[in-house]
């Protein structure tokens, strides 16, 4: 039996382990094509996004399944909100694209970058959420555009 639960434990673990290096992955495709423009934010930074971006759901999904399952507090009614993990990420990495962005000589530089960094980081989610489908055609479409 316990050999049981230490391998579901193991297969979980990859599972999201897995996530991580898809999104991971996808960060890097978008931060090559950025780099090979010479544009701000490359391979690093598109890596970083996705894969803290994908993190950052793994932990809303999955985080705190001991307080919902009521290990941690029996009896007591929890109620989490997993959508609020995105919605910061969303907010924070927005907030950060926000100070990509700037005036020069008459034209706005950068908005391409934020955006991109965005995007990354909603790829990442996705990916982090189990949806690698949406997540790698995402990372196609913006590779190609």
């Not at 090559?32 to 996705?50: L, S």
Request: aromatic content about 8%.
């Amino acid at each position: 039996m316990l050999e049981t639960v230490m391998e579901f434990i193991r297969e979980y673990q990859i599972n999201l382990l897995f996530r991580m290096i898809v999104a991971s992955l996808c960060g890097i495709a978008i931060g090559f094509e950025r780099k090979n423009r010479a544009k701000e934010a490359g391979v690093r930074t598109h890596c970083i996004v996705a894969c803290a971006s994908a993190l950052m759901m793994i932990i809303s999904k999955y985080g705190f399944s001991d307080l919902v399952s009521g290990n941690v507090f029996p009896g007591a009614d929890v109620r989490l909100d997993p959508s609020r993990m995105a919605q910061g990420i969303v907010t924070g990495v927005g907030f950060l694209g926000a100070g990509m962005i700037y005036f020069q000589r008459g034209s706005i530089k950068g908005l391409t970058t934020a955006a991109g960094i965005w995007a990354t980081s909603g790829i990442g989610m996705a990916i982090g959420a189990g949806m690698y489908f949406i997540g790698i055609i995402t990372t196609l479409l913006i590779v190609i555009l």
